[in-house]
Structures are given as structure tokens and as C-alpha cells.
């Protein structure tokens, strides 16, 4: 059985190197056979033993990018070094060939995720708002951002329809009903209706 190789410890080496900043936490791989090295910023290099055929017993230091917010493959974000390579080495390598590449992706990625956060919070407030006041409204479990609503009438024919929360301050409205006469009334309230906000 090949001998375990403590990866936390190694982490904890090349930290110093990178910076007071820096710091390693161990993984969660039987053996302390896998750790990540964390930044300032949100910077996660995760460090463990490759298993792929041509780097195989290589260290693998691979930038850590949350899936979804990737803006591509994060081939650019990997590297791979020897067992036996000085920490001070390692960590010189990951700042010329790794955070060139790595940071300014992970801080795209951050940006993205956090404008998703807050336009799902955006879209949770004004849903709340349309399930109150649409009759007979409900959210689609797939599609939180839609709103479909099947009551209403008007003096003429029931009506029903959706509603699309597309972001902050844009709402794409679709009805439906039999009756032309409720196009009509749909015309005269927008052409009635104050802006939104006023």
C-alpha cells in the first residue's frame, strides 16, 4: 500500500509563502489526503494527488470556482507540481501560473453570483406583491420568476394569463380571454396607469 501523503500539512507550508493573508484548511479526503489554500478574496486553491493517467502521484492545485458562475473551463486555473518540490517553489508557480487567470475569473464568477442573489431576492418581493393582488395566482415550482393567474373578470369575460418577473424593473405580462372588449380594457388601464414607483 503506497504511503499516504499528509496534503495538509504541505498546504500549510506553501501558505507562508503566499502571504501572511493565506492560510490552509484541511480537506475532507480519508488521511488528510487533500486541503485548500485560502486567500483575502474568496481564493480557494484545493490541493490533492492527480489520478489521471500522465500526472499520476502529481500534487493537482486547482482554482476553485463555484460551477454555475464559471465563465468557461477552469484548464487555465490547474497546475501540477511534484511531491518533492520546495513549498517556497510551489507557491511562487501558483502566483505566476494560477492567480494571473484564476483571480480575476473567481472575482467575475463572485459578481455574477452575487447579482443572482440579489435578483432572486428582487423577484421574491415583487412575487409576493402579484400572489397578493392577482386573483387566483400562483408560482410555478419550476419557474419561480413566472406567475400565472387564472380568475379575474371583467364585465365582459373571464380572463387569466402570466406574469414573467424578468428583473428589477421589467414585468412581461401575457392575458388571455375570448373577448376582444377585454383587450380594450387592458388598453384603457395601461394608457391610465402611472408608472411604477410614482
Not at 17 to 31: F, M, R, V
Not at 159 to 183: A, C, H, M, P
Request: glycine content about 8%; overall charge neutral; charged content about 30%.
Amino acid at each position: 500500500m503506497a504511503e499516504l501523503f499528509d496534503m495538509y500539512e504541505r498546504a500549510q507550508e506553501i501558505a507562508k509563502y503566499l502571504g501572511e493573508d493565506w492560510k490552509a484548511i484541511k480537506g475532507t479526503w480519508p488521511g488528510n489526503t487533500n486541503a485548500r489554500i485560502v486567500g483575502p478574496e474568496d481564493e480557494s486553491l484545493h490541493l490533492g494527488l492527480s489520478q489521471a493517467r500522465r500526472t499520476r502521484g502529481l500534487i493537482e492545485i486547482a482554482g476553485e470556482i463555484p460551477t454555475s458562475f464559471s465563465p468557461r473551463a477552469g484548464s487555465g486555473h490547474v497546475m501540477f507540481v511534484s511531491r518533492e518540490r520546495s513549498a517556497k517553489r510551489v507557491a511562487t508557480k501558483i502566483m505566476e501560473k494560477v492567480l494571473p487567470d484564476y483571480v480575476p475569473a473567481l472575482a467575475w464568477a463572485l459578481e455574477r453570483k452575487a447579482r443572482r442573489e440579489w435578483m432572486e431576492g428582487v423577484r421574491g418581493e415583487v412575487a409576493k406583491v402579484l400572489l397578493a393582488e392577482l386573483p387566483d395566482a400562483y408560482q410555478l415550482e419550476h419557474s419561480p420568476e413566472v406567475i400565472k393567474f387564472n380568475g379575474g373578470t371583467t364585465p365582459y369575460k373571464r380572463v387569466g394569463g402570466y406574469v414573467r418577473i424578468l428583473d428589477d424593473k421589467t414585468l412581461e405580462w401575457r392575458f388571455w380571454s375570448n373577448s376582444v372588449q377585454d383587450g380594450r380594457t387592458v388598453a384603457r388601464l395601461i394608457d391610465s396607469t402611472e408608472s411604477v414607483g410614482s
